[in-house]
């Protein structure tokens, strides 16, 4: 099986055990790095998520993994929070955030500017709609985007 059809497999098995126990599987990936295979299950919550939250996910995707058998070779479970920095991938992501400050990165520059900051106003299948700090709304289509993930302020 290759790594999407393992992680399809994965997500529809386990998602909505993860999701019956108080969590949101925000992203899921199978890797290999330094020789070594990953598959890692990012989980999160309104209230943010701790070590025992991530052991409790972890031993019940750990019997559902074992039970499924979906990966031949061997690999690392792990379980952890998404982190500040990950991006806003799906509209689950920008529900979830809607009325937070995120930062749009761009492919390429729209009225001279690659990033913009502000308030996620809205979104749709093929724009994303902020307020800047200037109080201007800004529309941008999703195709122009490189990546989306909260702004993180000081």
């Known amino acids: 099986m290759n790594r999407n059809n393992i992680i399809k497999t994965v997500k529809n098995s386990c998602e909505p055990v993860v999701e019956e126990l108080g969590y949101d599987l925000v992203d899921l990936e199978f890797i290999k790095e330094n020789g070594s295979n990953f598959l890692r299950f ?3 919550k309104p209230e943010g998520i701790s070590i025992d939250d991530c052991q409790k996910v972890s031993e019940i995707v750990e019997d559902i993994l074992d039970e499924l058998d979906p990966i031949e070779e ?34 390429k520059s729209i009225d001279g500017k690659k990033k913009y900051i502000g308030e ?35």
């Open 42 to 44: 990012y989980i999160g």
């Open 74 to 107: 061997s690999y690392y479970l792990e379980v952890s929070s998404p982190g500040l920095d990950r991006p806003l991938k799906t509209d689950k992501d920008l529900k979830r955030n809607k009325g937070k400050d995120i930062e749009i990165n761009l492919y």
């Open 120 to 154: 996620l106003l809205d979104f749709t299948d093929s724009h994303i709609k902020i307020k800047e700090e200037t109080q201007i709304e800004k529309e941008i289509d999703r195709e122009a985007i490189s990546n989306i993930k909260l702004a993180v302020k000081f």
